[in-house]
Each structure stands twice: as structure tokens, then as C-alpha cells.
């Protein structure tokens, strides 16, 4: 058995505040090219049953310390019960983008069975009427808990099911040795032992924040980074309903790599931050709601060492990045937020990137739980505005990838809101039709945002008008063509 880490359990708590903490991802699939032209139902499941022993998602669960005096613990199982945990179900009529949308939000907005196997799977056909898709496509959405998934596990985890061709390969399966599972007795006796070094571990901790904040003094006097205090609160600052919105945006790899070398020493992570804002600017605007002073986006960032990287779990830290959402020319805007991620950076490395997973790892797993549900009943939680914003870059596989023998075409991926934070971005690259995409989903609540099909052309819209701000020059049409 293996004790789920703070940030790990943190996930837990938040559940437990009424807010689900899953990451979703549906991929869309032509069957074409699947031996016979068709993938049946049957030979999903089998896949799944194949490779739920390549990943520990699909073979344990959890198991609580009794009274919340710790944190759980993740139990093997002998024998997963695939089957229990993949539905199958078609589009409504006319069965377009829309209705798909409409159905994964649905899906999306479900919690987790918190008593089995923290996944599940949605076969989805029925997609009839979907612009763009060959004949006879299908949908297949999987959800896992982010207790046991974070953006680098997943991008990690999802090449897992699939492979890269038609054909099915018979992945070998790694030996492993039984896990041995403990007793309440010696669960409660860990428990206790943990406890006790809390206060050891709290003291480390404020040790190591001490030149922490010596640091950040130190980089806000040399102007190395600015704080960004006096965060704006927009409609998505609030009490989070159940409900959620999604949808996704796909864009030309090859096009926004020339946008970001228009720009001096930007990133692709920089040029998506600029399309949301954009979009945030567009949106807002429209409903006579944009701030005067700039939107705030988090932005977690992998914090796994070089002996981390095969880690399951989470360890992510965040950085808090001006969208410079007052700048109305995009360019300027670009050049803005490329300033603003080095300072992020930097503020970032003076704290330690590491705090956010240390200070999980200090706290009492009961205590927390209870001071979630108490910060959500009372409305504490929405007091403080953190950021408006998620946006989470994720990099996918660079080849083409086939599922069960049918070819990847299309895809969106969704998050997790967090209190007071009812809008989501993932970012995620991959390649369809052996073309580079970088696919912008978002998740919103449905009662901030009830016109998700609007800020889909706020995102369009945002990310054209930067694209024709930059991509004018010789240049820029040269890195396009690939030249």
C-alpha cells in the first residue's frame, strides 16, 4: 500500500467541499481505419483489460484512515472490474458538435464513485452530425481522479491505451510483487507515527521559508519581479453551482509556432496565455464586465525532479501571471505577457517551487477537510480572489495515435474548478491527421458562463486577431511554410 501524498490528498478534501476534482479527456476516433472498418464495444473493454495492469489508476483504490486522522492510502485490487467501469450511450438527435459538448459537460459535471477505482469511460456514438468528422466516428471520454492524475501523469497515462498504428499491439506486462495490504490497526499505528513528525517537518518548513521571503524582498527591491496584489473579481469569482460547461478550440501548430517567433524569447505557452486573455477581453467586454486593472491566470507548473518524472500523483506548483488583459493590441499584449512570465518565473524560483507540495505534506489531512467544508458552507472560500483563471499547458504525443485501430482525430480535455475559480484552460498538443494541433479546452460553471458557444468565438476571435497582427512579415510566412 502506498500513502496518497498531501497534494495528492488535498484533491480528496476538495471532493469532499462539494466541488469534484477529475480530469476528463475525449478523444474522437475514425473507425475506418480499424480492422473491418468497426470497433466494437467488446474489443474496448478487452483493450482496457489488456492494459489496466501497465497503469496503477485501474488497480487500486482507496482506502481512508479511520476518524481522518491521516491521509488515505492507495489499496491494490486483485482483480479490476473493467467492465463495471466503461458506458456506453449515443448522442442525442441532431448529434453535432453542441449536443457532444452538451453530453461531456454532463458527464464531466458527475463526481466520482470515492469507493472504487477513481476512473471510469464513456463510449459515445451517435456522432452524426459533427462538421469536419470522417463517416462513422466515435467519442470515448475517460475521467480520473486528479488525487491520482496530474497533467504529466496524464500526458504519460493516455498513450497507455493507445497505439501507433492499426494494429494492436500486445503490450508486455511488467512483473510486479504483491502488494501487501495493512490492517486498521496498522494503518491507525502509521497514522499515529506521521502525526508525531508533523511538527518536525512544519519546523523544516519555516526554516526553509525564512530565505524564502529574504529572496522575494530581495528580487521585488532589484524590480526582478512585481507582486500582483488587488486581484479583480469577475463572474467567474463565486459560489461554483454543480453544473458545467465545455468546449475546445483547435488550432494550427505550425501557425502559432510563427506568431510566437514574432515575438522575442516567447513561448507557445506565452501565445496561448495572450489568446485567453484576448478572449477574457472580448467576453467580458461584451457583457459591460471587463476590469479596469488586469486579469490574473494560475498556471501549475510540473515540479518533479529528473529521479521524479516516472512518479505517478501530483507534484505541481503554480505560478500567478498577469494576463495583461488592459493591453487591447494584441502584439503589445504578446510582448506583455512574455515580460510577465519571466518575472512569474522568477518569483516562482525565489519562493521554491516546491512550497506547494511541502506545505500539503505539513497539514493535518482531518484538519483540512474540515476547513474545506467550513471555508464552502460559510463562503469564505469566495473572499479571496486568487485568480480569475486556470491555464494548464499539457504536451502531448507527437505521433498519430489509434485506439482499438481507429484513427485520433479530434479531442478536447477538461479540468477541475477550484473554489472561487469557476473557469478552467488546458492547453494540449497532439497530432490528427498528421498535422500538429494544440487543442484550448475549457471548463466553466454553467451558471457563470451560459453562453459557452460565445466565448468559443472569443477564443477564435482573440487568437485571429494575433495571428494577423504578427503574421505579416516575410518572416513569419516563411516559418509558416516550414522553409
Known sequence: MQQLSGQDAMFIHTEAAGIPQHISSLGIYDQSTADGGLVRLKQIIELIEARAPLSPIFTRQLQRVPWGLDQPWWEAIDQPEVERHIHHMALPKPGDWRQLCILAARIHSRPLNLNKPLWEMYVIEGLDNVP?????CFAVMIKVHHAAMDGATGARFLPLLHDLSPTVAALPVPTADKEESLSKTEILKAAAVNNLRKPAKTAKLVGDLL???????RGKKENDFRALEDKQRTRFQGKLSPHRVVDSVNFDFAEVRAIKQQCSGATINDVMLCIVSGA???YLSAKGELPEKTLVSG???DVRSPEEQSSGGNMVGFMTLSLCSTIADPAERLAAIQQASLESKAYANALGPRVAVDVTDVLHGGVLQLALRAAASTGLSEAAVIFNTVVTNVPGPREQLYFCGAKLVNGMNFGPLLPNVGLFHIVYSSVQNKRGIIALSFTACRDMMPDPAFYTECLQ???????????KTPQAESALSGD
Open 132 to 136: 469536419g468528422l470522417p463517416e462513422n
Open 211 to 217: 530565505p524564502a521571503w529574504q529572496r522575494i524582498r
Open 280 to 282: 477574457l477581453r472580448h
Open 299 to 301: 498556471c501549475p507548473i
Open 461 to 471: 476571435r482573440s487568437y485571429n486577431d494575433l495571428r494577423d497582427a504578427l503574421i
